[in-house]
């Protein structure tokens, strides 16, 4: 549902995660970095539909993507550090 994710939640005030079953690495990095551009960076999180998805490779996948690394740290752990309240290492 990538056309109704993009349409109704792109930009919008939630918060979006890369679970993706089989794995996000199997996305065009062409959509992925659509989306996390189309979007606010604090509100991204790397996320996993365990057991059904593969997380070693997804998280492999968005350190290898074209984008700065705070906004890979962002996605990979500190939005979700943030969100839950965790305090900083």
Not at 36 to 58: V, Y
Not at 65 to 71: G, R, T, V
């Amino acid at each position: 549902m990538f056309e109704e994710a993009r349409k109704h939640l792109l930009g919008k005030d939630v918060y979006l995660d890369t679970s993706y079953p089989p794995g996000l690495c199997f996305q065009s990095p062409d959509w992925v970095l659509e989306m996390i551009h189309g979007h606010d960076p604090n509100r991204i999180l790397f996320g996993t539909d365990t057991p059904f998805a593969r997380q070693k490779e997804d998280f492999e996948y968005i350190l290898r993507l074209p984008i700065f690394e705070d906004l890979k740290e962002k996605i990979l752990w500190k939005n979700g550090q943030r969100l839950l309240g965790l305090p900083e290492a």
